[in-house]
C-alpha cells in the first residue's frame, strides 16, 4: 500500500482522499491486531469506534432553492444522467437521496418507518405532485433513496433533491430540516430574478444562522444573456450575499466586538459559480467537454470536489489520523515497558510498580476534580442563559404585537366571514415569520453561549491533558532506562487527549486552531462561523441536543397559527382596530400558554448538561483507556515476574516486527498530520 509522505499527498479531489482513508484504515487495522497482541482492551474499543466512522462515513450534498429553479436539472447534470424527475410544475414532494447502488432501484422509506423497494420507473408515482394521486402517495414518505451506478457516487458520497421552498410550508419544513446533516448546501437561484423575499429571509434567517462556509451559490443562467451580463449578474450576487452577512454578523456579534472582526476576516468570499443548467445536462449526455466547460459546470465541479476534500475532509481524516499516533504511541511504550520490566531486578520493579501506580491514582484523583469543574462550568452557562429563557416570553409578544400592529388592513377584509378568514390566515402567516426571526436569533444566543462554554473547557483541559501525559511518560521512565525527550512524549500524549474532546464534542476548527496557532488559534478555529454546530454528523452524534434548539423554540410556538386555530378564528366585531385588538389579545393568550407549557427553562437545562456530559464521557473514555491498559500490563508483568516467566527469543522477535511496523505507521501519521494543519492554516 502506498506510503503517506508530504510528498505524495494531494486533496485536490475525492479519490485523492479515499487513497489516504484507506490507508489509515489499513494502518488502524494493523494497529488492532497489535493492540490485541498486547492486550490493550480499551485501545481496541476506540480504534473499532473510528473505524466504524470511516465506515459510515459520505459526503452529502443537499441542492435547496425555490421552486422552478431548475433544481432537479442541476442534480441530473451533477449525475450525468437523467434520473430525478424534472417538470416546469413544482414537482418534488420529498428528499430524494441519490447514492451508489451496483443496479438502478428505489428504497421508499415511509413516515411511519416501513420500507419499500420500487422500480426506478415508478419513482414518479412516489415522490412527486405531479398527479393527485402521487402528491397523496409523497405525504407519507420521508426519504426516497435512489440507488444508480452514477461514477460520481461512487466515491460516498450522496447527493440530495429537495422540494421546492416556498411552494408549500410543509414542503419548506422537509428542506430546512435536512439542512443540518449535510456536508454543502447548494442554493440555485435564477439570473434574472435573483434574491426573492423568501430567498433573502432563507439565507438571512436560515443559512446564515449557521454556517455560511459550507453554502454555495449556483446561479442559473439562460442562454441569451452575454457573458458581459453574466459577470455583472454574478457580482450583484456576491456582493449581496457579503452585505447580508456582515449584516447579520453586526447584529449578532456588534460591529465593535473581537468576534465580529474575526468574523469578518475569517469569512472570505462567498461561492458564487454561474452555470448554464439545461447546456450543462446536454454536455453531460453527449460527453462533450467542450460544451461541459462553456456552461461553467466543469469548473463548478472542481471547486465542489476541492471544498468537499479539503475544507470538509481535512478535519474527517484528523479523527483516524490522531487515533493512529494514539495508539501507535501506546503500543510503542507498552512493549518497551514489556521488554525492560522482565529484566529488572526485583527490588527495581517494586519500585517502579508502586510509582507508576500512584501516578495512576493521582491522575484518576486529579480526573474527579476536573468532572466536578465541567459540571461548574455547565452551571455556569446555565445562568448565562437564564436571562435570554426569562425575557423569551416578552420578547415574542413583542414580535407578534409588532407584526400585527405592523400589517396594513383594508376595510373589504373584515367584510365578512369568509374575507376575515383570509384576513386571520395572512395575519398567522406574517407572526409567525415574525416569531422566527425573533425565535431564531434567540435560540442562536443561546447555542452560542453552550458552545463558547464548551470551548472554553476544551481549552482549560489542556493542562489535564499535559499532566496525564507526563504520568504516562513518568510511568515508562520508570521501567525503561533510556533517554528520552519528556516533551514530546507528554505533547504527544495530551494531544490524543485534546483531539478526542476536541474532535469528537466541538467543530474540528478548535483542535484545527490549536494546532495552527495555540490556545487563541482555537478560539478563532471555534468562533469564526455563526453556527459550529450546523452539520457536522459527527459533532451531531455527541451534542445532538443543542442543535434541536430553534426547532423546539419555533415548532410548538408556530403551531398555534396553523392546523385550524387563529388562522380561522373570527370575531363579531367588523371594525378593523377592533379585529386587530381582537387578533392580538388572542394571539398574545395562547403564546402564553403554549409558553408556559413548553418548560423551556428545564428544557434547556437539560440539553446544557447534555452537552457537557458528552464532554466528560469522552474525557473519561480518552483518559481511562490510557490508564487502564498501563494498570492492567503492569499487573500482568507482576503476575508474570512472580511466576518468574522471562521473555522468549520468539517474542522479542515478534515485538521488534510490531516496533518497526508501528514506528512506520507512527511516522506517515505524523507527516500527514502536519500537512492537514498546512492545509487548514491556509
Not at 34 to 50: A, N
Not at 119 to 140: C, G, M, R
Not at 232 to 241: A, D, E, F, G, P
Not at 579 to 605: C, F, M, P, S, V
Amino acid at each position: 500500500m502506498t506510503s503517506i509522505t508530504p510528498s505524495n499527498i494531494s486533496l485536490d479531489s475525492v479519490l485523492e482522499y479515499n487513497k489516504i482513508e484507506r490507508t489509515l484504515i489499513s494502518d488502524l487495522e494493523k494497529l488492532r491486531r497489535f493492540s490485541q497482541k498486547l492486550k490493550l482492551t480499551k485501545s481496541i474499543g476506540l480504534i473499532d469506534d473510528v473505524l466504524q466512522r470511516i465506515e459510515q462515513r459520505t459526503f452529502s450534498i443537499a441542492v435547496v432553492g425555490e421552486f422552478k429553479r431548475g433544481k432537479s436539472t442541476f442534480i441530473n447534470a451533477l449525475l450525468g444522467q437523467e434520473i430525478l424527475p424534472s417538470d416546469i410544475l413544482p414537482c418534488s414532494a420529498t428528499l430524494n437521496r441519490v447514492t451508489y447502488g451496483v443496479k438502478p432501484e428505489v428504497k421508499i422509506i415511509f413516515k411511519d418507518g416501513n420500507q419499500e423497494q420500487i422500480p426506478i420507473e415508478k419513482l414518479n408515482d412516489y415522490v412527486t405532485k405531479l398527479t393527485p394521486e402521487s402528491e397523496i402517495t409523497a405525504q407519507s414518505i420521508k426519504e426516497a433513496i435512489v440507488y444508480y451506478p452514477i461514477p460520481y457516487c461512487q466515491n460516498n458520497i450522496d447527493v440530495i433533491d429537495t422540494p421546492g421552498l416556498n411552494d408549500d410550508q410543509n414542503m419548506t419544513e422537509v428542506t430546512l430540516s435536512v439542512l443540518p446533516q449535510v456536508d454543502a448546501a447548494i442554493m440555485i437561484i435564477l439570473a434574472q430574478s435573483p434574491f426573492s423575499q423568501f430567498e433573502r429571509d432563507l439565507l438571512e434567517n436560515k443559512l446564515l444562522t449557521n454556517d455560511l462556509g459550507r453554502v454555495i451559490f449556483v446561479v442559473n443562467i439562460w442562454d441569451s444573456y452575454t457573458p458581459e451580463q453574466t459577470e455583472r449578474i454574478l457580482q450583484s450576487v456576491k456582493n449581496r450575499i457579503q452585505k447580508y452577512v456582515l449584516e447579520r454578523a453586526e447584529n449578532q456579534f456588534g460591529k465593535d466586538s473581537e468576534e465580529y472582526t474575526i468574523y469578518k476576516q475569517k469569512i472570505g468570499t462567498p461561492k458564487v459559480f454561474g452555470i448554464y443548467i439545461k447546456q450543462a445536462l446536454e454536455a453531460k449526455q453527449k460527453g462533450d467537454q467542450n460544451l461541459l466547460f462553456q456552461s461553467g459546470f466543469k469548473q463548478f465541479e472542481v471547486a465542489l470536489e476541492k471544498f468537499l476534500t479539503q475544507e470538509r475532509g481535512v478535519i474527517l481524516l484528523e479523527v483516524p489520523a490522531n487515533r493512529v499516533i494514539t495508539s501507535s504511541k501506546e503500543i510503542l511504550t507498552t512493549i518497551n515497558i514489556q521488554e525492560s520490566a522482565l529484566a529488572m531486578k526485583q527490588e527495581e520493579f517494586q519500585a517502579a510498580r508502586e510509582k507508576s501506580l500512584a501516578e495512576i491514582a493521582a491522575i484518576r484523583e486529579r480526573q474527579t476534580t476536573e468532572f466536578r469543574l465541567i459540571d461548574g462550568a455547565a452551571a455556569n452557562v446555565k445562568l448565562l442563559v437564564r436571562p435570554l429563557i426569562s425575557n423569551f416570553s416578552t420578547e415574542l409578544k413583542q414580535a407578534a404585537e409588532e407584526a400585527i400592529r405592523d400589517t396594513k388592513i383594508e376595510p373589504r377584509e373584515v367584510k365578512n366571514d369568509n374575507t376575515k378568514k383570509s384576513l386571520a390566515n395572512k395575519l398567522s402567516k406574517t407572526v409567525e415569520n415574525a416569531l422566527r426571526h425573533r425565535t431564531d436569533k434567540i435560540s442562536q444566543k443561546i447555542q452560542d453561549e453552550i458552545q463558547k462554554g464548551r470551548d472554553k473547557e476544551v481549552e482549560r483541559l489542556q493542562d489535564f491533558a499535559q499532566s496525564v501525559g507526563q504520568a504516562i511518560t513518568n510511568i515508562e521512565m520508570q521501567f525503561v532506562q533510556v533517554e528520552v525527550s519528556s516533551n514530546r512524549k507528554t505533547s504527544a500524549a495530551a494531544e490524543a487527549i485534546t483531539v478526542g474532546l476536541s474532535v469528537f464534542t466541538g467543530f474540528g476548527g478548535i483542535w484545527s486552531g490549536y494546532r495552527a496557532a495555540g490556545v487563541k488559534g482555537a478560539l478563532v478555529g471555534a468562533g469564526a462561523s455563526f453556527g459550529t454546530l450546523f452539520g457536522i454528523g459527527m459533532v451531531a452524534g455527541f451534542l445532538g441536543a443543542p442543535i434541536t434548539l430553534p426547532v423546539l423554540l419555533i415548532g410548538g410556538v408556530i403551531s398555534i397559527f396553523t392546523g385550524g386555530g387563529l388562522a380561522s378564528k373570527i370575531f363579531a366585531d367588523d371594525l378593523i382596530e377592533n379585529y386587530r385588538k381582537n387578533y392580538t389579545e388572542e394571539t398574545l393568550e395562547a403564546l402564553d400558554k403554549h409558553i408556559r407549557e413548553q418548560r423551556l427553562e428545564q428544557t434547556i437545562d437539560d440539553q446544557i448538561t447534555t452537552a457537557f456530559k458528552v464532554l466528560k464521557e469522552k474525557l473519561e473514555q480518552e483518559v481511562n483507556a490510557l490508564l487502564d491498559n498501563t494498570q492492567k500490563i503492569i499487573t500482568e508483568l507482576s503476575d508474570k515476574r512472580g511466576r518468574q516467566e522471562a521473555m522468549t527469543e520468539t517474542e522479542r522477535q515478534e515485538f521488534n516486527q510490531i516496533r518497526a511496523e508501528t514506528q512506520r505507521i507512527l511516522g506517515n501519521a505524523q507527516r500527514l498530520c502536519e500537512q492537514l494543519t498546512e492545509i487548514i492554516s491556509v
